[in-house]
């Protein structure tokens, strides 16, 4: 009853709107009291005059709004109605009071019966907010089962063309969708009474929820004759009639979840036979081919599940689908436009810090430049006092000359110098028998060598010291630059040869320590080896090995096989091993 009640709102919110001439929104109480006294008789509901009056007296203000009238008209009326009274009847009424104040019938081509049905149709489709309207969805989804009951082909092009037209209107009011069916915008060419004939059609399929309908012979219960007569099948009845005019009714099958339908074996000359067993009687029915049979035992077929099921009819749960489906892409679009919202606010602000960057980035090359400008200065800077530092170190070299007679005092120290180099060498010769040794223990060897590389380097440095102060040793004196120009040319050999057995020696030490890494090489593959070899011959042994009687106990399972050694020999192999791994890392 709730659905039966939103769909009779539908058409009395359109009565109302009727009797609202000032578009104000409200309507006289007088007109009001009409209109309840006509929507009683309509659906047969006992009418109570004084009810109004009584439900009204406290409401003196005049007009009254639809809010105002909505609790008397479900109170009162709405809440009182049953499924015994014509709702075609009542659309009808609704109709009448609407209709000629928003349709202009000389610019249609269809009749007003064809309208009203029209209306009917979107009051169905319509969704359930006010206004009504319906969405553009159901537009097309009406006029696709408009074009299959002509029997002319859909064309999507035109329709989009309509939607392009449309700009942003996604929805259309039901004078709008009359006036869209009745100019014949989609079916162009097509003749007034076939276009009747397929709004009667689908009218019949969406609003008396006829889903199937034909011609069929039918087998008598009393004189069990075969007659034919015209079924109409409904969710839950399959009526039948002397002809398809629907003039004459012959009977009723009432379709509950307790019928079902099964065909039958040809019998009496009849073929496509079928029959519909309810909890009473049953109905022997003859379709005129296989293929109709068919449809009509799964016609049946379908609203007895439907029944079992609880369900509504096909095309009310189908809208509520339809329904359903543009309410979750509604959700996805409104998701999708979120997220589309929140990329392009993080897009911005991504190219916001992406602008920052490269403001800051051209900040960094102006820097840059600037700070290259200013290097290019003061390296020219730089180069003009070395400049001047080597002219000013020429003229010290040359004050230093004049001074060489002075320095014949520091001679003794120059000597004191030799003495200190010949012990430089023994220590020398010293280091070279340490690196010797070093090849026997790597990392000795490797502390010794940057040991001697320290005193290399503060020898050489107390060599270029003790060079330096015989340069001014020898500027002391010009006399005594003669007697010792022959010792410092002996001393320069002397300097050269420790030079050059220096020298021999780096290169001695290089060999060396190439030689050891290759000793230990070879002392590697000699272990591995050894270990192999070891490997086999245990194994051989253990494989000639006697097996002698062993112990109840769980029997040991080694590398070389099973009870090859006892526990007290594989002890005795396991110390040896141990022993011989320490070794071969001593020797390392």
Not at 278 to 291: G, M, R, W
Not at 349 to 358: A, F, G, H, I, T
Not at 506 to 522: D, F, I, P, T
Request: aromatic share 8%; hydrophobic share 35%.
């Amino acid at each position: 009853m709730v659905g039966i009640k939103y769909e009779l709102l539908k058409s009395i919110w359109y009565a109302f709107t009727a009797l609202d001439v000032d578009h104000r929104g409200k309507v006289s109480k007088s007109q009001l009291k009409v209109l309840s006294y006509n929507l009683c008789t309509v659906m047969r509901i006992p009418h109570e005059p004084t009810a109004f009056e009584e439900h009204f007296k406290d409401d003196n203000e005049g007009p009254l709004s639809n809010e105002g009238y909505m609790p008397y008209l479900n109170r009162y009326i709405l809440d009182k109605v049953s499924e015994d009274f014509d709702v075609i009847e009542f659309y009808r009424m609704c109709w009448t009071l609407c209709y000629k104040k928003n349709i202009y019938p000389q610019r249609l081509i269809i009749s007003d019966n064809d309208a009203f049905r029209v209306w009917c149709i979107f009051n169905f489709l319509s969704e359930d907010k006010y206004p009504l309207v319906i969405v553009i969805e159901e537009v097309e989804y009406l006029l696709r089962k408009l074009s299959e009951a002509m029997g002319i082909g859909w064309n999507e092009e035109r329709f989009v063309d309509y939607k392009l037209q449309q700009n942003t209107k996604s929805s259309l009011s039901v004078w709008e969708l009359i006036e869209l069916v009745g100019l014949i915008y989609f079916s162009k060419g097509t003749e007034r009474q076939i276009l009747s004939m397929g709004i009667n059609e689908v009218f019949s399929e969406l609003i008396l929820d006829i889903l199937k309908q034909g011609y069929m012979m039918k087998k008598g219960h009393k004189r069990k004759n075969w007659t034919e007569r015209w079924f109409v099948l409904q969710p839950t009845l399959l009526s039948y009639y002397t002809c398809e005019d629907l003039t004459e009714k012959k009977g009723d099958i009432i379709l509950d979840q307790n019928c079902f339908v099964e065909p039958l074996q040809d019998k009496d000359g009849k073929k496509c036979l079928f029959i519909i067993k309810c909890s009473d009687k049953s109905f022997e029915i003859n379709a005129s081919d296989k293929k109709k049979k068919q449809e009509w035992i799964q016609a049946v077929q379908t609203c007895i599940q439907q029944q079992r099921l609880g369900l509504l009819s096909p095309h009310r749960e189908a809208r509520l689908r339809r329904r359903e489906l543009r309410q979750r892409q509604r959700v996805e679009e409104d998701d999708l436009s979120k997220r589309m919202r929140r990329l392009q606010a993080s897009n911005e602000s991504k190219q916001k810090q992406l602008e920052d960057m490269r403001m800051k980035m051209e900040e960094a090359a102006a820097k840059a430049t600037l700070e290259e400008l200013r290097r290019k200065k003061n390296q020219s800077d730089l180069q003009d006092r070395y400049r001047m530092d080597l002219e000013r170190e020429k003229m010290v070299r040359q004050q230093m000359e004049e001074q060489v007679a002075q320095k014949s005092s520091e001679l003794e120290q120059y000597l004191q110098r030799v003495r200190e180099l010949e012990e430089l060498y023994h220590r020398l010769e010293e280091a070279l028998e340490d690196e010797r040794q070093a090849k026997q223990d790597e990392e000795a060897a490797r502390k010794l060598q940057t040991r001697l590389l320290e005193q290399e380097a503060a020898k050489r440095a107390e060599l270029e010291q003790i060079y330096l102060q015989q340069q001014r040793t020898l500027s002391q004196t010009e006399a005594e630059k003669e007697e010792l120009r022959a010792e410092q040319l002996a001393k320069e050999r002397e300097l050269q040869a420790a030079t050059q057995l220096l020298e021999r020696l780096e290169s001695e030490r290089h060999g060396a320590l190439e030689q050891y890494q290759e000793v230990s090489r070879k002392l590697e593959r000699a272990a591995n080896k050894t270990k192999t070899w070891k490997d086999k011959v245990a194994k051989q042994e253990g494989l000639v090995r006697l097996i002698q009687p062993g112990h109840k106990g769980p029997q040991r399972i080694t590398n070389w096989g099973p009870a090859s050694f006892s526990d007290m020999e594989l002890d005795l192999r396991k110390k040896s091993w141990q022993e011989s791994k320490n070794q071969g890392a001593q020797a390392q």
